[in-house]
């Protein structure tokens, strides 16, 4: 089991960054594809950014292609979501979700193949 603890959300203007951070527990944070998605009230809650377990594949959605950029540390449990050009329309809550894989090159893009969920940050863009 996982506990993710996301950090690093707050108000910025268009055109501006946040780095978020998601702090994983546990001894075995390799073994999870890790990813980031979003959610405005009243809205489903929509897929970001993922990372393989071995941080070695990456995908992001068309919205944030070029302009977000997902890492890991595993030696660190972290994973980042390294956030440039903020758009008013990327303002939502930013969740951390972890899924187990045994395959080091996959991802996954659905929320619901994720297990584990973090409590979420707020990222708020002023135009």
């Known amino acids: 089991q996982v506990q993710l603890v996301e950090s690093g959300g707050g108000l910025v203007q268009a055109g501006g960054s946040l780095r978020l951070s998601c702090a994983a527990s546990?001894?075995?944070?390799?073994?999870?594809?890790m990813g980031w998605f979003r959610q405005v009230p009243g809205k489903e809650r929509e897929f970001v950014s993922t990372i393989s377990r071995s941080g070695g594949s990456t995908y992001y959605a068309d919205s944030v292609k070029g302009r977000f950029t997902i890492s890991r540390d595993n030696a660190k449990n972290t994973v980042n979501l390294q956030m440039n050009s903020l758009k008013p329309e990327d303002t939502a809550v930013y969740y951390c979700?972890?899924?187990?894989?045994?395959?080091?090159?996959?991802?996954?893009?659905?929320?619901?193949?994720?297990?584990?969920w973090g409590q979420g940050t707020q990222v708020t863009v002023s135009s």
């Open positions: 546990g001894r075995t944070f390799s073994s999870y594809a």
């Open positions: 979700a972890a899924r187990r894989t045994n395959i080091g090159s996959y991802y996954y893009i659905d929320k619901n193949d994720y297990n584990y």
